[in-house]
């Protein structure tokens, strides 16, 4: 994955933690900024590139109480040294949020293999 963005693999249990971690606190953020409380539906997508570290980008589905589920867009940050850095969390589709690299929806994005092993 030298260079580019692909699909990260859920293959084990560390990373759909991790990816399950990197949610909930893109999640906290966009709640807390926008005086809301969404919580996590279901994962979409994740995309993975190689930057210093890893930088990953999900789509996943939240809800706020009985409301229809909301498409979100995150960018996360991950450094060689374990911090974590949410760059940002937006709900829109993948034009308002940029390039679908950005959106983290690229073509191979999103089968439903790598999506549907994630359990909240």
Do not use: H
């Amino acid at each position: 994955m030298c260079g580019g963005v692909g699909p990260y693999s859920m293959t084990d249990k560390y990373r759909q933690k991790l990816v399950k971690d990197m949610i909930q606190k893109s999640l906290r953020i966009y709640n807390r900024k926008n005086k809301v409380n969404f919580e996590f539906d279901k994962l979409v997508s994740v995309n993975a590139g190689a930057v210093a570290g890893l930088m990953f980008y999900i789509t996943f589905n939240a809800r706020s109480g009985d409301d229809a589920p909301q498409t979100f867009y995150s960018k996360v940050w991950k450094t060689f040294n374990g911090y974590i850095k949410v760059q940002f969390c937006v709900i829109g589709n993948a034009q308002e949020v940029g390039t679908s690299q950005d959106a983290g929806t690229s073509q191979d994005a999103g089968t439903s293999q790598d999506a549907g092993t994630f359990q909240a």
